[in-house]
């Protein structure tokens, strides 16, 4: 324990150092214009006008990416975290149970869950990649607060984020520390209530003194829940220190905590009398839920992360650097029978934890080494620490002691990558990125007192290193015609190469598999028609393929073999159109609509890869408006479309030989609806007070995200928000 602090410590001493180093060595900062020894200089100039029409969209579609800015986003319902942004746009798309309760790696990019996909902050990915039952990334920890953008890159063409961006990045932006011209700090209250006694509180406050700067922000959220046992409370506290320094940059600490509870939906099925079923919720059967509502089961999360941030431009280049910890627990406690064949003796507590510890450090330069170049290179480390409690009664031994943390990731990495210039048309942004991953996975059987695998003792730990090329080709239009003006074709050939990373995958159902997996690797293409139809409404076409080799699957339903849980299969090809539009039809009407169909192929012929590969929609729409009635009030609309959802289910009709038949959850039309009404800009000392109603499931669709669970039924609610 003491070893692991102390490297730590001097992990964190080390890019404080680098920091610091930056921070006081004044001849890398680009010297301020001359102050003319002192003396005033003031010039006359004439006044200015310009006129224009603001470009005021809150979307903004590029070649390599889609921006939301969050200021100006009109949501139906206020977000309870940044995840609930997401779901309104149509390379993702939503699979949890309930869209009540905030949930893990309920969001897929591209048909892809998050093992396949990056999120990240200010360019440094999220992963708790930390244990049993415990998600890649937990959204219920990632409230609003702080976030101005979100950037959301399709496809495998950054260096800058790990391999397991097959799918694509979405990157949350942190707003930048700024000065505070009085000591009033900016403050924020905004609070809403809904059906099933939903409820959010929000309260934030901004403010400074001279060159420091503080934020501060708390959250709690609150459901009863529509589906029976899924009552939520969730607690988060956010708070930041930051202090400005020369050219607009800054060094930052930011420290969160989250406190969550979240009970697990049960069986509340009219044909099993265990489930004691009640009416006044819906119908979830034995084949969907694991749990009996006697059973009380729910999940509680805990969470605790430190981040520091430094951003400095210089005469050398900008310079950016990242070191974040995070220390977290999960526990799904539960009651269950002491003997499932004999409940005659009665019942016990049980639960399941997880406890784990997050820490990693990212230093990049962003510089222009030559005329039409700008590049950027960087470095960093990740690292995983979880407590392993494996126990054999009859032996009295111990795996490892509870009281230990046990390195079980670790990630050495660097990247390259320069946006070249070639000419005033045409543009290249080619990168390299090389990552050193090992992971370690325990190989003892408790109950037994063996070893998976003979002669590797305790643990068993793999090391996968590679190469990744990036590239990304952008041509503008704009010289061959006048009809092209503001028109562009963009190309994206990147390799893809995915370790089996997260804990799940090294080690699912408690075997090391990594003993016998092998790294994901292909190719991904892009290729991206972009163009400006009128005023600010920009619309792009996405055509996108990728050919995975090796692609990692649960075996579970098709093998007896402990050892064949998990498995490689031989190819999987996706590919994938996306058609999006975004823009103000008017001065007063933001709007936009995306389309996307994908489709899934196991070239391989493996039962395992018909049944990863199913329960994704293959056409979505997803649709968005906001129309300023009035100077003072706003009607926003939402709309979502998926068409049936198959699933394939596997028939063993002879010794491995499986038939498949497939079952669909229905299609459905979704539509949300909200007025957003000003009701004063100033009233003492209170501004822009605005009052929000809203319906959600406007029409009462009946529909599912997820097979098994219904979704929420109309639901409506209203809110207040104000500046003080």
Not at 74 to 81: A, E
Not at 309 to 314: E, V
Not at 343 to 365: C, I, K, M, P, T
Not at 608 to 619: F, H, I, S, V, Y
Request: aromatic letters at 14%.
């Amino acid at each position: 324990m003491r070893r692991q602090i102390v490297y730590f410590a001097r992990q964190m001493f080390f890019s404080v150092a680098v920091l610091a180093f930056l921070v006081l060595n004044s001849a890398l900062a680009t010297e301020p214009a001359d102050a003319n020894d002192g003396e005033e200089s003031i010039e006359q100039i004439e006044e200015i006008t310009v006129i224009g029409k603001k470009d005021s969209s809150s979307v903004k579609i590029e070649p390599r990416k889609v921006t939301i800015d969050l200021e100006n986003y009109y949501s139906p319902t206020t977000s309870q975290n940044v995840g609930d942004y997401l779901k309104d746009f149509v390379i993702m798309d939503y699979q949890g149970q309930s869209d009540l309760v905030p949930g893990e790696d309920t969001l897929y990019m591209r048909g892809f869950s998050s093992r396949r996909f990056v999120t990240a902050l200010n360019g440094s990915a999220i992963r708790n990649m930390g244990g049993y039952g415990v998600g890649m990334t937990d959204y219920a920890l990632l409230p609003p607060f702080l976030i101005d953008s979100i950037d959301v890159l399709p496809g495998p063409h950054s260096a800058f984020y790990p391999g397991q961006a097959v799918g694509g990045v979405v990157n949350f932006k942190v707003r930048a520390p700024k000065q505070y011209e009085t000591l009033k700090p900016d403050a924020t209250l905004s609070t809403t209530y809904g059906r099933y006694n939903t409820q959010q509180h929000n309260l934030s406050f901004s403010g400074g003194v001279h060159n420091f700067t503080y934020d501060v922000g708390y959250q709690k959220y609150h459901t009863d829940g529509y589906l029976r046992n899924n009552k939520t409370d969730i607690d988060n506290f956010i708070s930041r220190l930051g202090y400005l320094l020369l050219n607009s940059g800054y060094i930052a600490l930011t420290v969160s905590h989250a406190d969550v509870e979240r009970e697990t939906a049960v069986i509340n099925d009219p044909n099993d009398q265990e489930s004691n079923y009640d009416g006044g919720y819906p119908e979830v059967s034995t084949d969907t839920a694991s749990y009996y509502s006697w059973q009380s089961p729910k999940k509680e999360t805990t969470s605790t992360r430190f981040r520091l941030d430094f951003n400095l431009p210089t005469s050398l280049g900008t310079w950016m650097a990242d070191a974040y910890f995070e220390d977290g627990d999960y526990e799904n406690p539960s009651i269950v029978w002491v003997n499932s064949k004999d409940h005659s003796e009665g019942l016990r507590d049980a639960w399941h934890q997880v406890y784990w510890r997050l820490l990693g450090s990212q230093v990049s330069n962003e510089f222009q080494p030559i005329s039409g170049h700008t590049a950027t290179i960087g470095a960093g480390i990740e690292q995983l620490y979880n407590k392993e409690d494996s126990y054999n009664a009859a032996t009295s031994f111990r795996l490892s002691s509870w009281d230990s943390y046990k390195k079980r990731h670790e990630s050495l990495f660097a990247f390259v990558q320069d946006k070249w210039e070639i000419l005033p048309q045409l543009s290249l942004t080619a990168g390299l990125r090389y990552e050193d991953n090992t992971h370690c996975s325990s190989n003892y059987v408790p109950k037994t007192g063996k070893y998976y695998i003979d002669g590797e003792g305790l643990w068993v730990e793999r090391e996968y290193n590679q190469l990744v090329p990036k590239s990304f080709l952008t041509y503008k239009l704009d010289n061959l015609a006048e009809s092209l003006r503001d028109t562009s074709v963009s190309v994206g050939i990147s390799r893809i190469w995915r370790d089996p990373g997260p804990l799940w995958e090294t080690q699912a159902s408690g075997i090391p598999n990594i003993g016998w997996l092998d790294p994901e690797h292909g190719i991904g293409y892009d290729l991206v028609f972009s163009r400006r139809l009128a005023g600010d409404i920009q619309m792009q076409l996405n055509y996108s393929y990728a050919q995975i080799k090796d692609y990692i699957a649960s075996n579970s339903k098709f093998t007896d073999d402990k050892y064949e849980y998990l498995i490689n299969l031989e190819e999987v090809i996706r590919q994938g159109i996306e058609l999006q539009f975004a823009g103000s039809l008017t001065d007063r009407i933001d709007f936009r609509i995306g389309w996307a169909w994908q489709e899934f192929e196991n070239k391989g012929g493996e039962p395992a890869g018909e049944t990863m590969l199913d329960d994704r929609a293959k056409n979505r729409v997803n649709a968005g408006l906001s129309w300023k009635l009035l100077d003072a009030t706003t009607l926003i609309f939402d709309y979502k479309y998926q068409d049936d959802q198959v699933i394939e289910v596997a028939e063993e009709v002879d010794a491995g030989e499986y038939e498949f038949h497939q079952i669909a959850l229905d299609s459905y039309h979704v539509v949300d609806f909200a007025v957003e009404q000003v009701l004063f800009n100033q009233w003492r000392n209170i501004k822009k007070c605005i009052f929000k109603i809203y319906v959600k499931n406007l029409f009462n669709e009946e529909y599912q995200d997820t097979k098994g669970y219904p979704a929420t039924d109309r639901t409506i609610g209203a809110g207040l928000r104000f500046n003080f």
